[in-house]
């Protein structure tokens, strides 16, 4: 089992609407959950970060984190074409540098 | 702006031949790291340095080393390129410290092996 579960997709969806990404994992020692954002042939882009479990939104982006259910979401309301990307979710326990684990990626296709 | 900017953009190389990928930050940041990313694949992290304290995953393979001869710069050197390892490799920095910092990522370098 990988430490960290993510539908690798694709998904499509029309524009204009909500799109619910998600991520599943195993270590509770983790921390720290980013959710980064890869154009094609470009480097991931961080979108949100949170620490410990809650919610946090940033714009059209809302993060959530449920450490009980060691289940992680990144929501996208009001989706555009420039949406379309690969999202990785993204997570640590911290000691000393921040070691990311990474999931597998999701493939979001924004249809105009 | 501040930045992780890593070159050569896409690198050739043959099979066997020694290449070295080279990263640059503004940022000043403590950490730099190395991850391998095959396609649909996730990033893979090679190893890191914490300043100048050199961190090797356990699976990383031999065939590739590192070198930080500044805060500012750091090269992957790939002694005996496979078939397997074509990939883009990204390069990543971050603050460190006792609280968490997350990664910026430079643009990669993706890698071909003929």
């Known amino acids: 089992q990988k430490e960290v579960e993510q539908d690798p997709g694709p998904l499509s969806v029309p524009e204009g609407a909500i799109v619910s990404l998600n991520c599943t994992y195993s270590?509770?020692?983790?921390?720290?959950f980013m959710w980064y954002r890869q154009y094609s042939r470009k480097g991931p882009e961080l979108l949100m970060y949170?620490?410990?479990?809650g919610n946090k939104e940033d714009g059209r982006f809302t993060a959530q984190v449920d450490k009980s259910s060691k289940y992680i979401s990144l929501f996208i309301r009001d989706s555009q074409p420039s949406d379309s990307a690969t999202y990785l979710c993204?997570?640590?326990?911290?000691?000393?540098?921040?070691?990311?684990?990474f999931g597998q990626g999701t493939r979001l296709t924004i249809n105009p | 702006d501040a930045m992780v900017i890593q070159n050569p953009r896409y690198q050739v190389t043959q099979f066997g031949k020694p290449v070295t990928l080279s990263c640059s930050q503004t940022?000043?940041?403590?950490?730099m790291y190395w991850y391998q990313q095959k396609s649909s694949q996730a990033p893979k992290l090679l190893f890191h340095y914490y300043d100048k304290d050199f961190n090797n995953e356990a699976d990383t393979p031999d065939n590739f080393q590192s070198r930080r001869p500044n805060t500012s710069f750091c090269f992957l050197d790939i002694r005996s390129p496979g078939l397997g390892d074509a990939a883009m490799y990204l390069c990543?920095?971050?603050?460190?410290?006792?609280?968490?910092?997350?990664?910026?990522f430079g643009n990669g370098t993706r890698l071909t092996v003929t």
């Open positions: 993204a997570m640590s326990d911290l000691q000393g540098a921040q070691k990311l684990v």
């Open positions: 940022l000043n940041h403590n950490v």
């Open positions: 270590n509770s020692a983790f921390q720290y």
């Open positions: 990543a920095t971050s603050r460190g410290g006792g609280r968490g910092s997350p990664l910026h």
């Open positions: 949170t620490y410990s479990s």
